[in-house]
């Protein structure tokens, strides 16, 4: 069973996001699975997404008088898969071989956050770089501002348990 459900603004997983969460007993690692979409409003069409997250919270502190748990500092990686026919892991025939580095269906990503929780509600955050971002970054930082690298999502999560 589940030990969270969450919903994400943006971050890299869909401009919306929701999901189910897992962590261990000392909660400590933890587990997510997200589907995420970009309304067409925002994209040619539609873009639908799956992400898988993993991560680890370091600093971990509950206050007990008042009921709070905050995990000040979590590190994690995710791996993204957008839905669709622009989308590709295998470069297409009617590319040339080198066209594309990497595919653009699967993102991965690093990121740190925190995680705030009063009773079984939590807010949180994430700020995280994506492997192709820094990778472009790393190729043409002229052409790249650093702070286009970067990607911020926030969160509710409500715990079960």
Known sequence: MPSNVKIQYAGNIGMFSAGIGYQTKNKKWKADLFYGVVPSKYADSPIHSVTLKGKYATLYRKYEKQNIA??????????????????????????????????????????????ARINNWGIYYELGATDKRVINYVKNASAVDFSEMWNLGIGIVYHLK
């Open 70 to 115: 905050v995990n000040w500092l979590n590190v994690g990686m995710f791996y993204n898969y957008s839905f669709g026919d622009k989308y590709f892991l295998s470069l297409p025939h009617h590319y040339d071989n080198g066209y594309y580095y990497f595919p653009t269906a699967l993102n991965v990503s690093i990121f740190i956050g925190s995680e």
